[in-house]
């Protein structure tokens, strides 16, 4: 067996034995509760990269305030990433560094801590049901969403004719429709986050949180396409390398309303570390 044979065994056990813990339905009061009263803070994270370097990258969390979703805590900060790229493991290069963002504001400002985290790549919604979202949200014991910009095709869902039209059915913001796998378990949800995009969002199940309500969440955290608190996140993290490598060629990978017109190669689907941080919630 080859040294990426060995590694790729490795993350998939790893995988399968977190997958355990993850837990599908709402945990806390303030899930069950109306306009999710009790919920006060909402994080964002997220990763950006300059064009042609896929090692150093800004990791960026923001922590906004609900329901007005105003900033109240932001930290970037620039890593250096030593895991090798391997699609479908991407989120073992990239959740520690996530995790210690998170660590960082108990540390400094505990008063802060979210109560849910938003994360920039998919949940269940993956190849084996343990994408970023899932892998954060066990590691740290906080309740996460995940949210991705494109369709990931796995499990039987693929972006084809039949999924376009379910798009275009898609009426209003909150309109959504099943992301559902061959065996007819629902992995996620496409859903229209805001009336003023057409183009859906696909949420998932990170950790300690329903689908619906993941759902729910997502739709009013949104003014735009994008959650804001995932916008943020992205944008300020663009904003960050701008400001500090101000000469560098810089290129994209997606384009919405999250750029702000700014051209930096950025990524979805993540994950990490193995070892779990309990919050002093």
Not at 75 to 83: E, G, H, I, N
Not at 102 to 108: A, F, G, K, Y
Not at 125 to 141: I, M, P, Q, T
Not at 163 to 178: E, R, T, V, Y
């Amino acid at each position: 067996m080859s040294p990426t044979e060995e590694l790729v065994k490795q993350w998939e056990s790893e995988q399968e034995r977190l997958r355990e813990q993850v837990v599908e339905e709402d945990t806390e009061d303030w899930q069950k509760s109306p306009n999710f009263s009790g919920l006060q803070r909402v994080a964002g994270l997220d990763l950006s990269f300059i064009k042609g370097d896929n090692v150093n990258a800004c990791s960026q969390l923001v922590v906004l305030s609900y329901p007005d979703l105003k900033v109240l805590y932001e930290d970037s900060q620039m890593v250096t990433l030593t895991a090798p790229y391997m699609a479908g493991f991407l989120a073992f290069r990239e959740t520690p560094f996530l995790l210690e963002a998170l660590q960082r504001l108990e540390r400094d400002k505990p008063a802060l801590l979210p109560q849910v985290v938003f994360v920039d790549g998919n949940g269940l919604f993956h190849y084996r049901e343990f994408g970023l979202a899932c892998h954060v949200g066990v590691l740290s014991g906080l309740p996460c969403v995940g949210v991705a910009k494109n369709l990931l095709q796995v499990q039987g869902v693929f972006k084809n004719e039949e999924h376009q039209s379910q798009i275009s059915a898609l009426q209003k913001g909150g309109d959504c429709f099943p992301l559902s796998a061959t065996s007819g378990k629902v992995l996620g949800k496409a859903l229209r986050s805001s009336d003023k995009s057409t183009k859906p969002v696909y949420v998932s199940v990170g950790h300690k949180i329903s689908l619906d309500t993941a759902v729910q969440l997502t739709h009013s955290c949104s003014r735009f396409r994008v959650p804001e608190p995932i916008r943020q996140a992205d944008y300020r993290s663009r904003e960050y390398l701008r400001a500090h490598f101000p000469t560098a060629e810089t290129g994209s990978t997606e384009r919405d309303e999250t750029s702000q017109g700014l051209t930096l190669l950025h990524t979805t689907d993540l994950i990490g570390s193995t070892q779990p941080w309990t919050p002093a919630m």
